[in-house]
């Protein structure tokens, strides 16, 4: 079913993010999917930020392909999969283990095909405007029914 919420800032943006750090368990997965530009990264950023410290450098893993990040609780694995051509690649950057000792934030999910993780909080952004964005939720597996924000 889903959950939807329009955006109009930066920092709504990252406070959604934060939100949904709050909720993130070990073992869960959070698919980011939009076009460039839409706010994927600053959403990891609140996301990231309020699992680690306030002021945590949290660059985009477009040439890393993955960041790790030590959080209080659990670890966070932040993969960007923009330039990879098969699931396989995403798994042997360290996906599944990942998910097994934290939780992994995806950006660009759709390379991972059906591949995909069954527990997953899928989080769609639609540029509206320069500024505004519409934010879908949909929970699969685990997430089902914690997939409003």
């Known amino acids: 079913m889903g959950f939807e919420r329009d955006i109009a800032t930066a920092a709504e ?4 993010g934060a939100a949904v750090g709050a909720r993130l368990r070990p073992g869960d997965a959070v698919c ?6 839409a706010g994927k990264s600053t959403l990891a950023r609140g996301l990231i930020r309020s699992l ?3 002021d945590e450098e949290v660059p985009s893993p477009t040439f890393t392909l993955v960041q790790l990040y030590a959080g209080p609780n659990f670890s966070i694995s932040h993969f960007d999969l ?3 051509k098969t699931a396989d690649e995403a798994y042997e950057l360290g996906l599944d ?6 939780a992994a934030l995806i950006e660009w999910p759709q390379r991972l095909g059906d591949a995909q993780p069954t527990d ?3 989080i769609e952004i639609e540029i509206m405007t ?4 519409r934010v879908r939720f949909t929970g699969h ?3 089902k029914g914690r997939d409003e924000f």
């Open 13 to 16: 943006m990252e406070a959604l």
């Open 32 to 37: 980011l999917n939009g076009p460039l530009g």
């Open 52 to 54: 680690t410290t306030a």
């Open 82 to 84: 923009y330039r990879l």
């Open 97 to 102: 283990e990942a998910l097994d000792d934290g």
């Open 120 to 122: 997953r909080l899928v």
């Open 130 to 133: 320069d500024d505004a964005r």
């Open 141 to 143: 597996g685990l997430w």
